[in-house]
Nanobody, 117 residues
Framework: QVQLVESGGGLVQPGGSLRLSCSTS????????MSWHRQAPGKERDVIAR????????VYAESVKGRFTISRDNDKDTVYLQMNNLKPEDTAVYYC??????????WGQGTQVTVSS
């Protein structure tokens, strides 16, 4: 059974930090590029960070570049999103995604991040 379980969300003040984790099981992690997406109320789900299978290559949306860092641990089948200098506009539900080299596409259930004073 494929599972992607996000954790680490919560309420944080502007300027604060959070580290999201996405623990996976049920598929071959090292066959999948990973990404983080977010969806704010009333808005579409947007990709914010991607990392390739090796972990050597990353891509970020302009809105988070320089503040967020995506990483992966292929021994733990886990992908992370370190979020620094959080802003109220970062408030959203954050999802991880796994996209495989053979066309598989898996999503987690999401974790809420709220940035507010």
């Amino acid at each position: 059974q494929v599972q992607l379980v996000e954790s680490g969300g919560g309420l944080v003040q502007p300027g604060g930090s959070l580290r999201l984790s996405c623990s996976t099981s049920g598929f071959t992690f090292t066959y999948h590029a990973m990404s983080w997406h977010r969806q704010a109320p009333g808005k579409e789900r947007d990709v914010i960070a991607r990392i390739d299978i090796s972990g050597d290559n990353t891509v970020y949306a302009e809105s988070v570049k320089g503040r967020f860092t995506i990483s992966r641990d292929n021994d733990k089948d886990t992908v992370y999103l370190q979020m620094n200098n959080l802003k109220p506009e970062d408030t959203a539900v954050y999802y991880c995604n796994a996209r495989g080299i053979y066309g598989t596409d898996y999503w987690g259930q999401g974790t809420q991040v709220t940035v507010s004073s």
